[in-house]
Every structure is written in structure tokens, then in C-alpha cells.
């Protein structure tokens, strides 16, 4: 510690050598002043720790001085008085002044050290609490800036405000800085929506970052064209794998494909409620599976449950634990039922999230318990009249790009790619993203390219597993209600006791003046009876017997052939302009 430094004021020379030669005694080291200007002086310059302060001098007596560097000083310096005065006037007016002890002339040693010792211990106190209240703003510096940057990361890795799908309106409160609920849309090559919507435990930057783990596989897998029961089934493995065992997420992941099905898998989130034009409940997708991040991954559950949204345009609301206990609020009214209301309470279906938005902000006043709140609604298009309408289209144009394929069938091909998949690989493994990486890493395809080779080849391959290998009639979906729902079960059911049957894909990249690729597809079933497909007023019979494919691919100007009894199919895409 350092030493302590005690200036002494007094006019008198004497009195402050005796004072010195005291200080010295007590190994105190001493500054020394003859007058009240000279202190302030000495006081400004050299910041002594202990004033002993004389009452009476010429010019500025030792009150006024006092008070001049209390005025002055910007920390606290602890003045002892000492004068010949010993009335209690004059105690109180040192006190007064600013002094924070006196002593009488003449001063006793003893008493001098015992003043000046309790007075460095309480200038020891009031320094370690100066160091401790700084340590403490440092660190709320730190914090402060460390929580803008974090922030700032959360807000680039959840990209809230790039959720630019016309199809989506969604709203999000946290109940501190961070949240820990998050929601994510992407489109898939094929034009699919996928939509996730993840309830972190607990809330503030400790669950934000629990749901991390979650966006890039569910990014960067929708865009490689996997489906939601793949990406579900990764997230589940990196939450796992990287979150400590008392941490997990809810989570509820939806896709909407061009035909107004409705994917959903909810692992621990509220239901997600299908709403008609008028606002009243269709279906709910309850929660059927534990959150993300609890099962390990051979015991995971990926199966989805399914409602076809055809039958009229409809929206889905999905929303967090947050969004239904503050709704709940309203009288012991359900959170459920309230958020339907405050949907029904719109004058129109755009003004519903509004509706929402304001309903939740007024419940939040009244609720005592914060949470975070994410909510999402989800427009249903029938988008699948367009392709219904594509599928009479004239194929003049596809005859004229079949004779160049034709012509380019002796030259030498650039590449080809082939994979057999035998039943077991066709129980575990989502082979049209695969596929599709492969062409893209080798060829080079341009985003729109990309998109119709995986329409194609996810179009084939599901025609050949669903009709060809476990042979499933496209008249299961006919019920509009429960239709779409019975079709999936019984694929999980017929593709899980697969024991025989294979399909083989291969896709060639031919080399001619009009650069192709042609896909071909092969399964081990039966076939169908394809030689009316010719016939242009069987082919929407037909497509609807086997399924979109056959419409959606020529409605995508690429011919199809099918070869034997039908079950392989040749198909050329034209890669050049």
C-alpha cells in the first residue's frame, strides 16, 4: 500500500514542524502549506490523502478553505481542524464546513494517530468501494457492449427481417433483449414452403442460443430439396449433440406443397390451427412427438400427420407457449380459443395478424408473467389448378426438342450418374437431395434449372415408389377431409414392410448443339398402361391415376417417354437457352 500523504496547513512555522516531525513518526509522509490560497494550491497539484487544517490564519481562515476544495475536489479528502478555539460553536462550525474531525491545541501524539488511523481506514473503505464501483460499471460496459454485439449476431443469424415470403405474416416479441423463440421459411427447389417455428426453455440469451443449432440444417437441407421429416430428424441430432441434457426445444416444422397439402410435425409446441375464410377452426395439429433434442436419434420419430387444404383457401396459425398464456389471460378463457376470436374479430384476412398483434399487446399489459411470443400465419393457396391447367397445353413444342434429342443420341455423352437403391436403402434413405447435389457440383445448373431437375426427379422417383413398388392408389387422396392423411399413413405403412423391389435413376448429360440431360427412371413394379397417354383426352384421367408427375413434367416442356410395360420412364430437359 502506498504511503499515506497528510498536508498540513498552519501560518505558524513551529506548529507545522512539530506536526511533521508527529507525521514522520507515524511514517506518514507530509506536504506542508503556510496559508489557505497555498493549500487549494497544493491540494489541486498534488491530491494529499489527510488534511490537518489550522482554524485561524491571515487572509483565508481554515472554514473558507475547506469549503473552496470540498467546491473543488472530485473525490472525498478527509480535514481534521486543529485550533487553540475549543467551543462547541466553533465544532459545529468545522463540521460545517466540510471537516470531519478536530482536535485542540496543543495537539496530543496519541490522539493525532488514533484520529488520523480511523481516518485512513475509512479512506481505505471509501477507495475499495471507488475500485468495486468501478469494476462494476467495467463490467456493465462490457455486458452492455457484449449484448449489442450478440444481438447484433442474433439478429444476422435469424435474418427476421429477409422472411420475405408472400405466403407467411408472422410477429415476434421477446420478454428481455434475446428470444428464445424463432421461426424460419424457406422455399425448396420445387417450389415448397417450409415454415419452423422453435420454443427454446426458458428465455432471454441463454435460450436464444439453445435454438442456433436449428437454422443452418434447416436452411441449407430445404434448399438441397430434403424433406421436412429428414431435416426434423438432423435438427433433433445436432440439438442433441450440442446442448447440454437439461436443454431442448419445441418445435412445430410445416411444408405446403403445390398441391395445398399440409406436412406437419409438432414435437412440444401449441397446435397449429387450420382457419377458414371466417376465421373457424378446420383441423389442429396437435402436438404428437416430445421436443427436439430429447430422444436420441434411433429412437426419433419423424412421422408427420397431413390435411389437404383444397377444399377451400384456409390460413395456419402457429404460435409459441408465449402467444397462448398471454391470450389465456382473458378471463380463464383458453389461450386457443381467445387467439381464434381475436382472428374472427378482423374485418378482413389481411388485418388478422394485426388483429392479433393488438389483442397480445393488450393481454401483455394485463399479464404478470412475461415469456416471449412467436406467431405465425400461414397462407394456403390452391396453386394446383395452374398445373391441373398446364396439363392440356399443345406438345408441339416438345415434339421439336425430342427430334434434337434424337439426333444427339450417337454422340458421346460428357458424363452419366447411376444409383440402384434396393428396399432397405429405400426405407432409410432420401435419395432426390443426393441426386440433385450431384448434378448440380457437376454440371453447374442455374437456380431455375436446379428447380425443374428436382421436380422431375422427385416427381419420377415418388410415381415409382408410391404406384410402382408398394403399389398405392392415387384415389386414397379423393377425401377431402382425411383422404390425404389415410394415403400417407398407409405409405409408412407399406414402405416400412418393403422387403423386395428396386428403382434405378440415371441422368446423362448429353452434348449437342442444345445441350440436355436425360433422366432415366426405372422400378421393379408392374407398370401402368402408359400407351394412352397419346390420347390428350385421357391424360388427366391418367395423370390423376398415377399421380401429377406426368402432367407437371411435359407442362415443364420436357418430353417423357415410358418404355416396356411403364415402369421406366425416359425424360429429357433442355439445358440450353
Known amino acids: 500500500m502506498p504511503q499515506l500523504m497528510v498536508l498540513v496547513v498552519d501560518d ?110 475509512r479512506l481505505n473503505m471509501m477507495r475499495l468501494l471507488v475500485e468495486q464501483n468501478q469494476t462494476l460499471l467495467d463490467y456493465q460496459e462490457r455486458s452492455r457492449e457484449e449484448g449489442v454485439e450478440a444481438l447484433e449476431f442474433m439478429q444476422r443469424l435469424t435474418a427476421l427481417d429477409k422472411l420475405s415470403d408472400p405466403a407467411v405474416q408472422f410477429y415476434m416479441k421477446p420478454a ?39 437454422l443452418q440444417p434447416f436452411y441449407s437441407m430445404t434448399a ?76 426419433f420419430d419423424d412421422r408427420m400427420e397431413y390435411f389437404n387444404t383444397n377444399v377451400q383457401h384456409c390460413q395456419v396459425m402457429l404460435y409459441s407457449d408465449g402467444a397462448m398464456d398471454g391470450a389465456s389471460v382473458e378471463g380463464g378463457a383458453s389461450g386457443v380459443n381467445a387467439l381464434i376470436r381475436a382472428v374472427q374479430s378482423a374485418a378482413r384476412v389481411e388485418d388478422r395478424l394485426e388483429s392479433l398483434k393488438t389483442f397480445l399487446g393488450t393481454q401483455s399489459q394485463l399479464d404478470t408473467v412475461k415469456d416471449d411470443i412467436a406467431l405465425l400465419l400461414v397462407d394456403c393457396l390452391q396453386s394446383s389448378s395452374a398445373r391441373e391447367q398446364a396439363a392440356g397445353r399443345s406438345h408441339e413444342h416438345i415434339a421439336s426438342f425430342y427430334r434434337i434429342g434424337e439426333e444427339a443420341r450417337s454422340k458421346a455423352d460428357s458424363w452419366y450418374f447411376e444409383l440402384r437403391l434396393a428396399a432397405e436403402q429405400l426405407r432409410t434413405v432420401d435419395s432426390i437431395p443426393l441426386l440433385l447435389h450431384v448434378a448440380n457440383h457437376v454440371e453447374g445448373l442455374s437456380q431455375e434449372q436446379s428447380g425443374k431437375l428436382f421436380m422431375i426427379i422427385a416427381e419420377l422417383f415418388n410415381n415409382a415408389l408410391d404406384h410402382g413398388l408398394l403399389k398405392l392408389d392415387s384415389k ?102
Request: glycine share 8%; with cysteine.
Open 476 to 577: 386414397l387422396k379423393q377425401d377431402p377431409i382425411e383422404g390425404i392423411e389415410h394415403y400417407y399413413e398407409e405409405r409408412a405403412q407399406r414402405l416400412e414392410c418393403l422387403a423386395d423391389g428396386e428403382i434405378v435413376i440415371r441422368m446423362e448429360h448429353h452434348t449437342t448443339a442444345s445441350p440436355y440431360l436425360k433422366i432415366v427412371l426405372r422400378d421393379t413394379g408392374d407398370g401402368f398402361d402408359w400407351h394412352s397417354l397419346n390420347d390428350e383426352t385421357s391424360l388427366s384421367a391418367q395423370a390423376r391415376r398415377h399421380g401429377r408427375g406426368i402432367a407437371l413434367i411435359r407442362s415443364m416442356g420436357c418430353e417423357i417417354q415410358f418404355v416396356g410395360t411403364g415402369s421406366e420412364a425416359h425424360v429429357y430437359m433442355q439445358l440450353g437457352n
Open 224 to 299: 438441397k430439396g430434403y424433406g421436412l421429416q429428414s431435416i426434423a430428424a438432423e435438427v433433433n441430432r445436432k440439438i442433441k449433440e450440442y446442448l447440454p441434457v437439461h436443454r431442448f426445444v419445441a418445435a412445430i416444422f410445416l411444408c405446403l406443397d403445390g398441391e395445398g397439402n399440409l406436412s406437419v410435425w409438432n414435437g412440444g409446441c401449441p397446435p397449429a390451427i387450420v382457419l377458414n375464410d371466417a376465421g373457424e377452426q378446420l383441423y389442429q395439429f396437435s402436438s404428437k412427438h416430445l421436443p427436439l433434442g430429447i430422444l436420441p436419434s434411433t429412437d
Open 12 to 121: 505558524v512555522r513551529a506548529n507545522r514542524m512539530v506536526l511533521e516531525a508527529m507525521l514522520a513518526k507515524m511514517d506518514y509522509g507530509t506536504l506542508t502549506a503556510e496559508s489557505g490560497e497555498h493549500a487549494i494550491a497544493i491540494c489541486a497539484e498534488r491530491q494529499p490523502d489527510i488534511i490537518l487544517m489550522d482554524v485561524m490564519m491571515p487572509g483565508m481562515n481554515g472554514y473558507d478553505t475547506v469549503r473552496e476544495i470540498r467546491s473543488s475536489a472530485n473525490r472525498w479528502i478527509p480535514v481534521i481542524f486543529i485550533s487553540a478555539m475549543n467551543r462547541n460553536e466553533d465544532i459545529v462550525e468545522g463540521i460545517h464546513a466540510g471537516g470531519d474531525d478536530y482536535l485542540f491545541k496543543p495537539v496530543n501524539y496519541e490522539v493525532l494517530r488514533a484520529k488520523i488511523h480511523a481516518l485512513q481506514e
Open 176 to 214: 428481455e433483449n434475446f428470444s428464445g423463440d424463432l421461426i424460419a421459411v424457406a422455399r425448396t427447389p420445387a417450389n415448397d414452403l417450409h415454415v419452423l417455428l422453435a420454443d427454446s426453455t426458458g428465455h432471454g440469451l441463454t435460450a436464444a442460443l439453445a435454438v442456433t443449432p436449428i
